[in-house]
């Protein structure tokens, strides 16, 4: 199975937003992206339009070719534009405006009777719906009894560990998000993971043969101000494929 690359745009809006006007434009970092081997395009359209717009989607909805994968918050706001737009998919994520990126994954246990209309309603749709979860079992379970096809694995505890260098913590949660992924995909469940994944940590995670795909953002955009766009994801779509060969 090929490990498909979603490619997260939402920090070249940043760099827009922080200056104002047009430059640099997310759609076209979107066309470089699929040029250079991604095989999605992610985009977050937050509450407080802090980096992606409105506009983004429209325009990303109307122009790119690959799947649009939109991350949003569980809100009548945001079900309403994502059932306005279609995008092929919707990753249902935790958002608290004080936080200056995703901090943890989505409770779906705790969250039940609030999720599942928003999951029916997408699902009806034909949009394909994503819990963005910890690796736990508990949550698993939740997003399988949901009727998620989809969830993400987050690896953001991972990824701190192996740039803090502490090594026996690493594997500990390496090995939880291994037994994650074995988990999701004995319950049905299509398995994602992503968050914080460089090209120093990814291997690992790629390797794991129960995940399907993995989304990528930060460190691509962070790394395509020293190298360009397109050679950053060329070598991070390698060492993906390098692991899971």
């Given at each position: 199975?090929?490990?498909?690359l979603?490619v997260?745009?939402?920090?070249?809006?940043?760099?827009?937003?922080?200056?104002?006007?047009?430059?640099?434009?997310p759609?076209?970092?979107?066309?470089?992206a699929?040029?250079?081997?991604?095989?999605?395009?992610?985009?977050?359209l937050r509450?407080?339009?802090?980096?992606?717009t409105?506009a983004?989607?429209a325009?990303?909805?109307?122009?790119?070719?690959?799947?649009l994968?939109?991350?949003?918050?569980?809100?009548?706001?945001?079900?309403?534009?994502a059932?306005?737009?279609?995008p092929?998919a919707?990753?249902?994520?935790?958002?608290r405006?004080?936080?200056r990126?995703?901090?943890?994954?989505?409770?779906?246990?705790?969250?039940?009777?609030?999720?599942?209309?928003?999951?029916?309603?997408?699902?009806?749709?034909?949009?394909?719906?994503?819990?963005?979860?910890?690796?736990?079992p508990a949550?698993?379970?939740?997003?399988?009894?949901?009727?998620?096809?989809?969830?993400?694995?987050?690896?953001?505890a991972?990824?701190?560990?192996?740039?803090?260098?502490?090594?026996?913590?690493?594997?500990r949660?390496?090995?939880?998000?291994?037994?994650?992924?074995?988990?999701?995909?004995d319950?049905?469940?299509?398995?994602?993971?992503?968050h914080?994944?460089?090209?120093d940590?990814?291997?690992?995670?790629?390797g794991i043969?129960e995940?399907?795909?993995?989304?990528?953002g930060?460190?691509?955009?962070g790394?395509?101000?020293?190298?360009?766009?397109?050679p950053a994801?060329?070598?991070m779509?390698?060492?993906?494929?390098?692991a899971?060969?």
């Amino acid at each position: 199975m090929t490990l498909r690359l979603g490619v997260n745009i939402d920090h070249v809006a940043t760099v827009r937003n922080a200056r104002g006007g047009a430059h640099p434009d997310p759609l076209l970092a979107a066309k470089v992206a699929a040029d250079a081997g991604a095989d999605g395009i992610t985009a977050h359209l937050r509450e407080d339009r802090r980096h992606i717009t409105d506009a983004d989607i429209a325009a990303l909805s109307e122009t790119i070719a690959l799947p649009l994968n939109l991350e949003m918050a569980a809100t009548d706001e945001m079900l309403s534009i994502a059932l306005h737009y279609r995008p092929h998919a919707a990753c249902i994520v935790p958002e608290r405006r004080q936080e200056r990126t995703t901090e943890g994954g989505l409770d779906a246990v705790g969250q039940h009777n609030h999720l599942a209309p928003i999951i029916r309603r997408l699902g009806e749709a034909s949009i394909r719906v994503s819990l963005f979860i910890e690796p736990d079992p508990a949550q698993l379970r939740a997003a399988a009894m949901l009727g998620a096809p989809v969830v993400e694995l987050h690896t953001g505890a991972y990824a701190h560990a192996v740039l803090d260098g502490d090594a026996a913590r690493t594997e500990r949660l390496l090995a939880r998000i291994r037994d994650a992924a074995r988990i999701g995909a004995d319950l049905g469940l299509e398995v994602h993971a992503g968050h914080g994944l460089t090209f120093d940590n990814v291997k690992p995670i790629a390797g794991i043969p129960e995940i399907h795909e993995l989304n990528i953002g930060h460190f691509l955009i962070g790394e395509a101000i020293f190298t360009g766009l397109d050679p950053a994801i060329r070598r991070m779509r390698r060492l993906m494929d390098e692991a899971r060969a």
